[in-house]
C-alpha cells in the first residue's frame, strides 16, 4: 500500500493551494481518507475527512468554510483544496486511510499513512 501526497509549497497569506494524494494498493473505496498536519514537536491534528463515497465530510473548525476536501475513487485520489490561507495553517500535512470507513478524528483509527507535504504560508 502506497499514500503520495503532493501539492504543498509557498504561498502568501489569503492565497490557495490543492493538495493531492494519490493511493495505489488498496481497495480504495472501501476505506474512508482524511487529512492532517503536524507541526515539529506537536501532535497530528485532524484537518478533514471524507466518507467512502464523499457523501460525508467533516472538517476541524479552524479550517471549515476555508477548506474543501474532495474524492475520485475512479482516480484514487483524494484532494484537499486550501483557500484564505493562513500562517498559522503551515505544517506538514499528511493523507491518510481507514479501513473502518468512518471518519475518524483520531490518527491512531487510520491505517495508511502518506508522507507527508510542506506548506508554508508566508504573512
Known amino acids: 500500500v502506497q499514500l503520495q501526497a503532493s501539492g504543498g509549497g509557498l504561498v502568501q497569506a489569503g492565497g490557495s493551494l490543492r493538495l493531492s494524494c494519490t493511493a495505489s494498493?488498496?481497495?480504495?473505496?472501501?476505506?474512508?481518507l482524511a487529512w492532517f498536519r503536524q507541526a515539529p514537536g506537536k501532535e497530528r491534528e485532524f484537518v478533514a475527512g471524507?466518507?467512502?463515497?464523499?457523501?460525508?465530510?467533516f472538517y476541524a473548525d479552524s479550517v471549515k468554510g476555508r477548506f474543501t476536501i474532495s474524492r475520485d475513487n475512479t482516480k484514487n485520489t483524494v484532494y484537499l483544496q486550501m483557500n484564505s490561507l493562513k500562517s498559522e495553517d503551515t505544517d506538514v500535512y499528511y493523507c491518510?486511510?481507514?479501513?473502518?470507513?468512518?471518519?475518524?478524528?483520531?490518527?491512531?483509527?487510520?491505517?495508511?499513512w502518506g508522507q507527508g507535504t510542506l506548506v508554508t504560508v508566508s504573512s
Open positions: 491518510a486511510a481507514g479501513s473502518s470507513g468512518q471518519i475518524e478524528r483520531r490518527a491512531i483509527l487510520y491505517d495508511h
Open positions: 494498493g488498496l481497495a480504495f473505496s472501501w476505506y474512508s
Open positions: 471524507i466518507s467512502r463515497r464523499g457523501v460525508t465530510t
